[in-house]
């Protein structure tokens, strides 16, 4: 068991001297307009603002509702702060450990606290806290927009206080405030201990549940969502029965046009970058059209040698060749009265180019090593990350054949013109992965979601939902994916670039050979790398415009 008074003058201190691995986690990011602790955004903001937040609540919802809600939200922050400070000091004692709440409360500027007596044991469930708090900004403002009141107005510190013990704690904790500055006393006082040891324990828990007139806004809507989903159901605009996931104004602009075609038997060239989800989208058309009921049949051309392409694609009979033992069917036989999906189409040898020529235009092929015409009912579905014309003109591909599968091209737009469907591609892959490695993960921390809008997504969803399925296997069940999980390298070099020199540091640099153009170089050579040779994103990386960075890549040779 933990039982500590801390004595400071006749009271009872409750801060270590050393605070400086929470101060760390703190961030000034002026560039870009934000305060960071660890993964979340912080603000800075006028104690009056919450003042004036408090009144004009308590003149539209009454000051008992305006009371559950700071409690509510103080609650949350304090959580917040929990599943960071709980696990930045594995190596002190279990009060130790916890304090690092109180000083959060400290750091925050919110309030000064000092413990009169703490009792802590994991082991045994046993917990129980008297603190005293002082200047308490809460108070404070209750004070100048109420004046002095009857019952104790720290109402979002003591929500924080709850949440911030009940998760270091793993109890359910309630505090209670029995002296108030706010009531005329010299300072605030709290207790806290175990819900069940309370008396009043069901009217202190209906503090932390939510109104009546939240759950039933709350309920609405749901309903209305649903009243929505079903209308988007059954309309001719329902994006869901694409494979993708997506509603921003690129990908529904996409998905226009591929249900245009659906119904038709006209062949469609999907055009994008590498993990755009072309296939999905190919998924997406054959499902829309009346062949749904027969096979989908997909076929990366790139990942079959040539010298077996046509085989693969048009079938053997036996004795073709060596090893061919048996005469076997080809892709194109298996899809027949369905779609087959051909992605890369671009890696089709000069033979397989011909082949597919001929299956386009009179829907007939034969298989390899043998003579005998054979007919199919195919739809067929292309698709490159290359330019298919660029490629005739090159000599690389056939140009009538271009001009079939051209009849209908759509552009698949990279993942970072249509950002705002990254929330719904998260969910979508985190639903995924939760099933598959049997966790429950709560989304991802501000900073990792933040920087996810920010980042340049060179390999795009495929390239996303390898992060994420990492990410998921980095983190504990119950927690939020950070940053450092889901890019590491990435995160590493920004601690770096954050870490700011002692003055101390800095003289000892300019007074042992510093070479300022050396420094330099790294820095851009570093920023190319993590930026995947992206020229401007690794400008976004340095913090300067791409003109900037394009001077110095070719003031260092390095283009």
Not at 50 to 71: H, P
Not at 364 to 372: A, K, L, M, T, Y
Not at 449 to 455: C, I, R
Request: proline content about 3%; glycine content about 6%; overall charge negative.
């Amino acid at each position: 068991m933990v039982q500590v008074k801390y004595a400071n003058n006749g009271k009872y201190a409750a801060y270590p001297q050393e605070i400086h691995d929470l101060l760390s986690k703190l961030h000034f990011d002026t560039e870009h307009g934000q305060i960071w602790f660890d993964e979340y955004r912080m603000l800075l903001m006028h104690t009056s603002l919450m003042g004036y937040l408090r009144k004009d609540l308590a003149n539209m919802i009454g000051l008992e509702r305006t009371k559950r809600f700071f409690i509510r939200l103080g609650y949350q922050a304090g959580l917040k702060d929990a599943e960071v400070t709980t696990k930045m000091r594995p190596g002190l004692n279990e009060e130790q450990a916890f304090m690092a709440g109180p000083q959060m409360h400290g750091i925050r500027g919110m309030v000064k606290v000092e413990a009169n007596q703490l009792i802590l044991n994991h082991q045994k469930k046993q917990f129980y806290a008297d603190l005293n708090w002082f200047n308490s900004f809460e108070a404070d403002v209750h004070l100048e927009q109420f004046g002095r009141d009857d019952e104790p107005s720290c109402w979002m510190l003591l929500g924080y206080a709850c949440g911030y013990s009940s998760f270091a704690t793993g109890m359910t904790i309630i505090y209670q405030e029995i002296e108030c500055k706010a009531c005329g006393h010299a300072h605030c006082r709290i207790i806290g201990k175990p819900l069940h040891e309370w008396e009043n324990a069901d009217e202190l828990i209906q503090f932390m549940s939510p109104e009546p007139m939240e759950q039933e806004l709350i309920a609405l809507q749901s309903e209305l969502f649903e009243l929505k989903k079903s209308i988007y159901t059954t309309s001719k605009n329902d994006y869901s029965m694409f494979s993708s996931v997506g509603q921003s104004a690129a990908y529904q602009r996409v998905c226009d046009l591929l249900k245009a075609a659906a119904g038709a038997k006209v062949s469609i060239l999907l055009q994008g970058e590498t993990g755009v989800g072309k296939e999905a989208f190919a998924r997406g058309v054959h499902e829309l059209s009346q062949r749904k009921e027969h096979a989908f049949v997909a076929v990366n051309c790139a990942a079959i040698p040539p010298e077996l392409i046509e085989s693969e694609l048009f079938g053997v009979e036996k004795g073709a060749f060596t090893g061919a033992h048996q005469s076997r069917l080809g892709k194109f036989e298996r899809a027949h009265g369905g779609t087959i999906f051909l992605d890369e189409v671009i890696e089709l040898s000069p033979r397989a180019q011909a082949a597919l020529l001929r299956i386009l235009q009179e829907g007939e092929f034969e298989r390899v090593g043998d003579s005998q015409t054979r007919h199919v009912d195919v739809r067929v579905i292309t698709a490159t990350n290359e330019d298919l014309e660029q490629a005739v003109k090159a000599g690389r591909f056939r140009a009538d054949l271009y001009y079939r599968l051209n009849i209908f091209p759509v552009q698949i737009p990279p993942l970072r013109e249509r950002r705002e469907d990254l929330p719904l591609l998260v969910d979508h892959f985190l639903k995924r992965f939760e099933k598959m490695y049997d966790k429950q993960i709560q989304g991802l921390s501000e900073k990792a979601t933040a920087f996810m809008q920010t980042y340049a997504w060179p390999g795009n969803i495929r390239e996303l939902e390898n992060l994420l399925e990492r990410a998921v296997l980095l983190t504990e069940d119950q927690q939020l994916i950070k940053l450092h999980a889901l890019f590491p390298q990435m995160h590493t070099q920004m601690e770096d670039h954050q870490t700011e020199y002692p003055a101390k540091d800095l003289a000892t640099m300019l007074t042992t050979g510093f070479d300022l153009e050396q420094h330099e170089q790294q820095l851009i050579q570093t920023a190319m790398h993590t930026a995947k040779q992206n020229i401007s994103e690794a400008a976004r990386l340095l913090g300067i415009s791409r003109a900037k960075l394009d001077y110095r890549l070719k003031k260092y040779q390095f283009i």
